[in-house]
């Protein structure tokens, strides 16, 4: 009985691949498990096969197939759609998402190798893509409840102390502000010494005011040229003689010469 090898490569990635081998009394159901296995996906989804012509464009359907509904195919054998030594057919799995399959025939052989058991993997290259995304689930905590004994477990406990020393914190910050808004003049304190002090730097002060007062009037009364006395000049000092003449300091003659 001959083999027949296909190359099962992903439409949308040419560096993975499967070749697998299937015997010529194989059907499409049998080659459907096959290329699932190969990949790791599973068979709940609704699969088809399709005849393709050498540039990859569909030519016919030649059946739908499921993991739940395998009937359609289970009799169709492989060997009764090729015509071709180098066949290919489309295939495309769960309608959602569409994977799509470029398979083709690579290989006859003349008869099975001893003891294995078809079909079978011959090679594999490449890791295959994730056949569901992953949904990224973010863990949230859960505040431990207290034991048995009414105590906290030591975990709850150091949360709490966390968050006393936060409100402490932001209660220290409110009344500073407070303060800061709120703060009377402080009051300076005075000494008797200080006190002392300023009695003897206030008579000091009086005493230069009464000296300043006193040489102001000097000044003044030397602005005018001396006494009051003295307002028509001073006097020489000799006495009047006969004729009305005064004689002193500088020695002044009489009136009339003789």
């Known amino acids: 009985m001959s083999i027949l090898r296909f190359r099962v490569t992903f439409d949308d990635y040419d560096d993975i691949h499967r070749d697998i081998d299937l015997q010529v009394d194989h059907s499409f159901a049998d080659f459907f498990l096959e290329i699932l296995k190969s990949i790791g996906f599973d068979n709940k989804h609704v699969g088809e096969f399709f005849l393709a012509d050498h ?3 569909k030519v016919a359907s030649i059946g739908t197939i499921s993991g739940t509904d395998m009937d359609a195919l289970k009799k169709v ?3 009764d759609h090729i015509d071709d030594p180098h066949q290919k057919f489309l295939f495309v799995y769960d309608q959602e998402v569409r994977w799509s399959f470029n398979i083709e025939l690579i290989k006859i052989m003349g008869s099975p190798e001893y003891k294995v058991t078809y079909p079978k993997v011959a090679s594999s290259v490449g890791i295959p893509p994730v056949q569901y995304k992953e949904t990224l689930i973010i863990p949230t905590r859960e505040r431990p409840a207290e034991d048995g004994r009414g105590r906290k477990p030591k975990a709850k406990i150091a949360e709490e102390e966390e968050d006393d020393l936060l409100l402490m914190a932001l209660a220290g910050a409110a009344d500073e502000e407070e303060d800061t808004e709120e703060s009377e003049p402080e009051e300076i304190a005075i000494s008797e010494e200080d006190l002392e002090t ?10 230069f005011n ?3 007062e006193v040489d102001e009037n000097d000044s003044q009364a030397d602005a005018f040229g001396g006494d009051d006395d003295d307002e028509y000049g001073s006097e020489g000092g000799g006495e009047e003689d006969e004729y009305g003449s005064y004689g002193g300091g500088g020695g002044g003659g ?3 010469d003789e």
Not at 198 to 207: T, W
């Open 254 to 256: 009489s009136d009339y």
């Open 55 to 57: 540039n990859w464009r």
């Open 77 to 79: 054998d492989l060997v």
């Open 198 to 207: 300023d009695n003897e730097i206030a008579k000091l002060a009086e005493e």
């Open 210 to 212: 009464n000296t300043t």
